[in-house]
């Protein structure tokens, strides 16, 4: 029997498009060895599975093998797609595996622990102009006059150059 003990997720919150880490802990309670077919997570936010908008890549190095009565680390790269639904997502582990004796299914899918984290919406419109000293448009400006925009949110100075602003005379 294999057992998700623990489920782990770092970021705590990411934008659409960006990436979560997810380490999960399992177990093999039986005696014989499981042959570890998939490690993944599902998804659940406001009550819908949203686990399609999510790639999951699993860690090369995962085990193949839990052998009976051992603990093990599962490690997961997860891409958060455009169309995952804003909001905290609930995480839950999933494990499979095969009895090397029986060859029977061996699986967690419903983790009594999950994780969170909270996915926020993807804002593709960037920063607007509340205020410009001197207005657009204007004419007839002194050459003394100080320059300055005010946006309604803060800009990440490293995507704004001289090439993003223009005075004309």
């Known amino acids: ?3 998700v003990d623990s489920v ?3 970021p705590g919150d990411v934008f659409q498009t960006e990436s979560l880490f997810v380490t999960l802990q399992a ?3 039986g005696e014989a060895s499981a042959n ?3 490690a993944s997570v599902t998804f659940n936010t406001a009550g819908v599975d949203d686990t399609p908008a999510y790639i999951q890549t699993p860690d090369a190095g995962n085990p193949a093998t839990l052998t009976g009565n051992t603990s093990a680390t599962f490690q997961i790269t997860v891409s958060v797609g455009s169309e995952a639904v804003p909001g905290i997502a609930d995480i839950n582990g999933v494990l499979r595996g095969l009895d090397a004796n029986s060859g029977a299914l061996v699986e967690d899918t419903t983790a009594s622990v999950t994780a969170s984290a909270l996915i926020k919406l993807l804002d593709t419109t960037g920063p607007k ?3 410009a000293n001197p207005a657009d448009g204007s004419i007839n400006v ?3 006059t ?3 925009v005010t946006f309604d ?3 990440d100075e490293t995507t704004v150059d001289a090439s993003a602003f223009t005075v004309q005379q």
């Open 146 to 148: 100080d320059l300055y």
């Open 153 to 155: 949110r803060p800009v």
């Open 142 to 144: 002194q050459t003394n």
């Open 36 to 38: 570890v077919t998939s």
């Open 27 to 29: 177990r093999n309670v």
């Open 8 to 10: 782990a997720v770092t």
């Open 129 to 131: 102009i509340l205020f």
């Open 1 to 3: 029997v294999l057992i």
